[in-house]
T-cell receptor
Framework: EDQVTQSPEALRLQEGESSSLNCSYT??????LFWYRQDPGKGPEFLFT???AGEEKEKERLKATLTKKESFLHITAPKPEDSATYLC??????????FGPGTRLSVLP | DTGVSQNPRHKITKRGQNVTFRCDPI?????LYWYRQTLGQGPEFLTY????????KSRLLSDRFSAERPKGSFSTLEIQRTEQGDSAMYLC?????????????FGNGTRLTVT
């Protein structure tokens, strides 16, 4: 059965303090790994898709990387507006997307 | 691109009542998904459609849940004889099928509270 775990469960950073979020996965056949941002009371917002080990994607202060077993979301010099829950999901060779439980990030001014 | 629209945004119902939610996907997207999310958890897959065909349902999905997508456009999710455990955020998402691996685009959900 496909599984996605994320760590840490919650993370508090000072503004400007860089860190990384982890997404570990087991999947029968990976078609893509996706990162989403979710604000309270809203639906997840798409950030990145990664398809193969070694691939990297960047957007503003966020950078996502992928290995055969895990993905990292690196946050460089975060700002308070980066506070959100970050979700990781894998797309397998069925058509389902399996989500992890998320990491709740708080960035303090 | 007007995004995925879900209605209502909030629904409060008494245990045992039936409820129906509506999702309008992005117009050119042919795949539509329903997920359920409880507090502190990631979205949990319920079912998905390609055009009007329902292609997969979660094994965890109770018989009280039914979804339709007539004419491959909007979709409805009905929960019959609601239970307190059905309280959750119900999320709809749409995507494009095809050669690429299109991400899901989510609506802002319908929050169901069963009292």
């Amino acid at each position: 059965e496909d599984q996605v775990t994320q760590s840490p469960e919650a993370l508090r950073l000072q503004e400007g303090e860089s860190s990384s979020l982890n997404c570990s996965y087991t999947v029968s056949g990976l078609r893509g790994l996706f990162w989403y941002r979710q604000d309270p009371g809203k639906g997840p917002e798409f950030l990145f898709t990664l398809y193969s080990a070694g691939e990297e994607k960047e957007k503003e202060r966020l950078k996502a990387t992928l290995t055969k077993k895990e993905s990292f979301l690196h946050i460089t010099a975060p700002k308070p507006e980066d506070s959100a829950t970050y979700l990781c999901a894998v797309h397998n060779y069925g058509q389902n997307f399996v989500f992890g439980p998320g990491t709740r990030l708080s960035v303090l001014p | 691109d007007t995004g995925v629209s879900q209605n209502p945004r909030h629904k409060i119902t008494k245990r045992g009542q039936n409820v129906t939610f509506r999702c309008d996907p992005i117009s050119e997207h042919n795949r539509l998904y329903w997920y359920r999310q409880t507090l502190g958890q990631g979205p949990e897959f319920l079912t998905y459609f390609q055009n009007e065909a329902q292609l997969e349902k979660s094994r965890l999905l109770s018989d009280r849940f039914s979804a339709e997508r007539p004419k491959g456009s909007f979709s409805t999710l009905e929960i019959q004889r609601t239970e307190q455990g059905d309280s959750a955020m119900y999320l709809c998402a749409s995507s494009l099928s095809g050669g690429g691996y299109s991400p899901l685009h989510f609506g802002n959900g319908t929050r169901l509270t069963v009292t």
